[in-house]
């Protein structure tokens, strides 16, 4: 996502750049993607706002339950609300129209941007200039090297030295199940969290209410695979919620049974420094967080922003990544470090409502309320 979003607007600025996938078919997650009020400013910066609107649906309320009893333990207002407060919408986005909607405005401009199954090795960098080796493709070079890859990054490893990232002992689990399958009631445009010791069962309506999206995330696991396309049995999930309330029963006797997913949830220490004179990396492969504040992928749109900005405002390549690094490297640690401190809190017996409706981040504006800089168009 960080590294799509960093294209489309470095293009759009008038760059010549190529995107490196390793997936020969990337584009299909099968999951939903929460967009905060930060990362759509990136969006509309991209002239990108009202197509993601027409994609999203658009909860109006967060709701909190006690996953064993039921009890409503807490709602937070979203919709116009966070309008109001933070210039734009709480969006629920098929993770596959996200993708899609950048690789569309990419080629459109440039139809030989992206080249998927390139799985890069790592680089050698030189004073004027950066080869990227890949495992079957002969090298490329380029004047700038964004390391955009990943929780498991090539790039970074070349660049800060193979280190082992963190096991957390979570497991997520994710599935989208037709709404057709489900009894009427779970169309409402809620963001549904229900939680138990060590666990969280999460599901909103997705793409026009045909979907219901469900990540459940639970601790104490031995899965150490990540990835999306990991498959999972339904009797796995029907177990770690077996004491769930039946509103919840009801979603898992609906989820599909060939279409369940898992993930083990890794992250890694801050880094203090992420970029060298030509190379930086951005998204996850700067800052892996776990997804308890759901920010993951917004962290890294805010991050392309700043990179395109930098790299707009600076012609030398190493002044571009050393102010691109400046304006982030404080707000993304911050990001990481409070996800792994959610993921502790949410790790207690009594884990609490307002862990999960990000309420005190909302109040203090420093989650929804940061915005981009104006990002040129050529
Ligand atoms: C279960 C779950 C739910 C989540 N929900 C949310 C949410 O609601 N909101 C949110 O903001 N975040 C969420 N996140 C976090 C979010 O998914 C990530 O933070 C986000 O995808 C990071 O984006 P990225 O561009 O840095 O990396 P990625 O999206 O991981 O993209 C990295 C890309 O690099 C490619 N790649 C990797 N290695 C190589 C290589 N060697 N050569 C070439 N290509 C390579 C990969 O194939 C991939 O396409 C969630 C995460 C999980 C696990």
């Not at 649906?57 to 409503?72: A, C, K």
């Not at 992206?114 to 950066?130: C, K, Q, S």
Request: glycine share 8%; aromatic share 10%; with cysteine.
């Amino acid at each position: 996502m960080g590294g799509l979003t960093a294209a489309c607007g470095l293009l759009r600025a008038g760059h010549r750049v190529r995107v490196f996938e390793q997936s020969p078919d990337p584009g299909e997650f099968g999951a939903g993607l929460s967009i905060a009020p930060n990362a759509a400013a990136v969006l509309e910066q991209l002239g990108l706002r009202d197509r993601i609107l027409g994609l999203s649906n658009l909860p109006q309320e967060g709701r909190v339950h006690d996953g064993r009893s039921g009890e409503l333990l807490s709602t937070t207002p979203y919709g116009e609300a966070v309008r109001e407060h933070f210039g734009d919408y709480y969006y629920q986005t098929p993770r596959s129209a996200l993708y899609d909607l950048l690789a569309e405005t990419i080629r459109a401009m440039d139809p030989d941007c992206i080249h998927t199954g390139h799985r890069v090795a790592g680089y050698t960098e030189h004073r004027d200039y950066v080869t990227l080796h890949f495992d079957e493709q002969p090298d490329q070079q380029a004047e700038v090297l964004i390391g955009a890859d990943g929780l498991r990054s090539a790039i970074r490893g070349s660049m800060v030295g193979e280190v082992p990232a963190r096991f957390t002992r979570y497991i997520a689990w994710r599935a989208l199940i037709p709404m057709a399958d489900l009894p009427e009631g779970y169309q409402a445009p809620c963001s549904n969290v229900w939680i138990g010791p060590q666990r969280n069962f999460v599901f909103y309506p997705l793409a026009d209410n045909t979907l219901l999206n469900c990540a459940m995330f639970a601790g104490d696991s031995d899965w150490t695979e990540e990835g999306w396309r990991q498959r999972a049995e339904v009797a796995e999930i029907r177990e770690a919620y077996r004491d769930f309330h039946p509103t919840v029963q009801t979603v898992i006797d609906a989820l599909p049974a060939d279409g369940c997913y898992k993930w083990a949830l890794f992250d890694r220490d801050p880094l203090s420094r992420w970029h060298t004179p030509r190379v930086a990396l951005l998204g996850d492969a700067a800052h892996p967080m776990l997804p308890f504040l759901g920010q993951g992928a917004s962290m890294a749109l805010e991050d392309a922003a700043e990179l395109i900005y930098a790299l707009d405002q600076h012609a030398d390549p190493g002044e571009a990544l050393s102010a691109y690094q400046a304006a982030r490297l404080e707000r993304a640690n911050w990001v990481l470090m409070e996800s792994r401190a959610a993921g502790e809190r949410f790790a207690s017996p009594n884990p609490s409502a307002s862990l999960f409706s990000n309420d005190q981040a909302m109040q203090t504006g420093k989650l929804f309320g940061w915005r981009p800089p104006t990002l040129a168009k050529a």
